[in-house]
């Protein structure tokens, strides 16, 4: 249900954002699988698929953008609709690869997820290369578009012109028994459009179907071990592969990590904690009051409740656009600047800044075309997690959000019960299963200033890998994600893990 956070290359805003979700349980490498039931029947694989050939070539363009340069190459790797049925119909994931420059010797492929559930490897991983220059030294960059994402069968849910009129339209934290009625009948209508869009794929897109689709991808690539590199959402990913294959994880490490403990509701408190925190942080390197700028935030917001605000354009400011736009600038200290002067804007009555920062996070064009990546996340969590609030329920917790985050709880606690709302399909598990034990150390980095995916998830998912597997990494920052953020310390002991072997004490602290 984690709306706000997800990978996307916010262009019109000149920032990077990074998600996260939950993921899925499963056994481990001796064929047996399932949930934290133990059901089901993994064997790490679709029957026969594992010695299918990669055909590489030139990547094409993906819709509204330009192909990656030619150091890029593309290909469809080719997997089971349904694991139970690994002899079944099949699928195609799209993958995005750029060959080793050589310079040392070769470890083999690096598999990167960015985040979502819903963000796209093989339009991120070209837009992230530049970070990742010292890994390329000894690994092939390898991405990929999970499941009913971007260009591997990508689910879509509704048009342009009904979502946004839906944003337009609908109040994410209704405060009357019509909008009320309006805000859970959007939701309804989403969920339905989702199953008419993804038909028999609506029951196989699971953190845990994507997990076998890696090590199927593992297999395929020519690695006995995965190698791999998770942010945000891709850590949840990454700690159930490792869940379910424990002995075949090699140099995995894991950024901006999900709280693999809390629930959907927890996970919604955890957001409402962390986007608060990065938000009193902005207020302190203003030399600011936090409490009175979070009044002042709050109350534009009652504002635009009220009364949606003018823009340069023919559109309007809504609160609930507003609120994203305010939320997209705190994954990076570099675009708190940016809010700072969309806030000042919003006071003297003009929403454009705020407006224009709400289109890049939702991923709306000039022309009014939306990408699909909020549709995948959300059928993807919402197969992944049993919880299905009422509205009832939703409602009792407005209190304790919004004295969590007076900003942002509103929103957080009604989407408890809105996020997943009527869904075609039934959830997974409550928490996903993460539990490693045999597995390799897996470097396990949180940052203090996180606010997608607060630091305090970082050491739970460390603990729940298993003592001598989960080792825990702190950098003392700002920001969604350590490495490649600033730290010559985090890069260079995420480097010296993965291209060298080298496994730092837990417990490591970076201060800069």
Known sequence: MQRYVRSAALAAAGVLVAGLAAGCGGSSDDGKSGGKDGKGDEKGGGQGLASQKLDWDRCDAPEGGTAPGSEWQCATLKVPLDYAKPSGETIGLALIRARTTGKGDRIGSLVFNFGGPGGSGVSGLPSFADMYDSLRERYDLVSFDPRGVGASEGVRCRDDKATQAAEEK???????????????????????????????????????????????????????KLHYMGISYGTELGGTYAHLFPKRVGRLAMDAVVDPSADSVGHAENQARGFQRALDNYFKSRGQDPKAGTEKIAKLF????????????????????????????????????????ALDDAEKGDGTALLRLADAYNERDPSGRYSTQSHSQRAISCLDTKARSTPEEAKKRLDRFREISPVFGGFLGWDTAGWCYDWPVAGQHDSPEVSAPGAAPILV???????????EGARKMADELGKGVGVHLTWKGEGHGAYGNGSDCVDDTVDGYLLKGEVPKDGKVCES
């Open 445 to 455: 980095i949180g940052n203090t200033g996180d606010p997608a995916t607060p630091y």
């Open 302 to 341: 009652e504002r635009l409740d009220a009364e949606p605000m003018r823009t340069s354009g023919d559109r309007k400011l809504t609160e609930s656009l507003a609120s994203t736009g305010v939320l997209v600038t705190l994954y990076s200290k570099e675009t708190w600047p940016m809010l700072t002067s």
């Open 170 to 224: 609908v109040d994410l934290t209704p405060d009357t028994p019509a909008e009320e009625k309006a805000y859970f009948k959007d939701a309804a209508d989403f969920g339905a459009g989702c199953a008419r869009g993804a038909k028999k794929l609506i029951g196989h897109i699971s953190t845990a179907d994507a997990a076998r689709d890696m090590d199927l991808m593992r297999q395929v690539l020519g690695d006995d």
